[in-house]
């Protein structure tokens, strides 16, 4: 009789250790991601775009959009977030959408990198992938995977899918758009650990967009796309933000991702989003 109730105890006991497990994998796969979004320096509508960001990306993904803003509107800020040895503590992945191009501290910029190489999933938009392009060497753009040093003039890209197996890709909804006016970066040089997924042509000018990178274990989403308000409020360029954001996390799945109602763009009406070199 004992040796049979020992074994009914350990049985219970195993079930319960069973149960934790799966309500442990259970919350940390449903519990909300948690997304710094930084953004600020020159020539874009960030008041109005980090707005933007926040709203669209919760709406559709089980992610929590922080916002900072800082620096202004000048290139040359080194933000006080940065100051912080410990920024991105606290985050499951961090979105540069900064815009600090003449920032050519190697120092300060490693600072920044710091988390990233630790394994931080990162997520640049638009002039992040300008940002810090004045420095010597290739510090931002090996995380990157690409380095671009300038645009061309502000008129539509004709954008079409040249990796079309991508998870990011897959189930996305589109594989070709004719935006409005936006601005193309020129690729100087993509890297060998960078898979293209999209690019944009733009009058003779034809230029990786949308890109994934592998800096060291780290996976990093980047689309060079996203000057106008017009672009980053349309529902194209939210969904391929949020599915880059997810698939930098590792959690592109249905457990994360939500069905939304599609909204109209915003138009640009700031005087910052008149086309300009940032």
Not at 66 to 72: A, E, F, I, P
Request: charged share 20%; proline share 5%; glycine share 8%.
């Amino acid at each position: 009789m004992f040796m049979k109730n020992q074994y009914r105890l350990g049985w219970l006991l195993h079930c319960f250790w069973m149960l934790g497990l799966m309500v442990e994998v259970s919350a940390a796969e449903l519990w909300p991601l948690r997304a710094l979004l930084v953004c600020g320096g020159c020539c874009h509508d960030y008041p109005v775009q980090k707005d933007v960001l926040k709203r669209g990306i919760e709406a559709r993904a089980r992610v929590i959009v922080d916002t900072v803003q800082q620096g202004g509107v000048s290139k040359e800020s080194q933000i006080p977030l940065y100051a912080n040895r410990d920024w991105a503590k606290g985050y499951d992945v961090v979105i540069h959408d900064e815009c600090f191009g003449a920032v050519a501290d190697t120092n300060w910029i490693s600072h920044i990198l710091a988390p990233h190489r630790a394994g931080l999933p990162g997520v640049n938009l638009h002039c992040a992938v300008h940002s810090y392009r004045a420095a010597p060497g290739d510090l931002w753009q090996e995380y990157l995977g690409l380095r671009s040093m300038k645009h061309g003039k502000a008129t539509p890209i004709l954008i079409r899918t040249v990796e079309k197996q991508h998870p990011i890709i897959r189930g996305l909804g589109w594989q070709d758009w004719l935006t409005g006016n936006e601005e193309l970066y020129n690729n100087v040089k993509v890297f060998p650990s960078a898979t293209v997924l999209q690019r944009g042509a733009q009058g003779d000018d034809d230029c990786a967009i949308t890109w994934v990178n592998r800096y060291g274990s780290t996976r990093v989403f980047s689309t060079s796309l996203g000057h106008f308000n017009e672009t980053v409020s349309d529902e194209r360029y939210l969904d391929l933000v949020t599915r880059g954001i997810l698939w930098a996390c590792d959690r592109l799945d249905a457990q994360h991702l939500r069905s939304i109602t599609p909204s109209p763009p915003i138009r640009s009406t700031s005087p910052v989003t008149i086309p300009v070199k940032p």
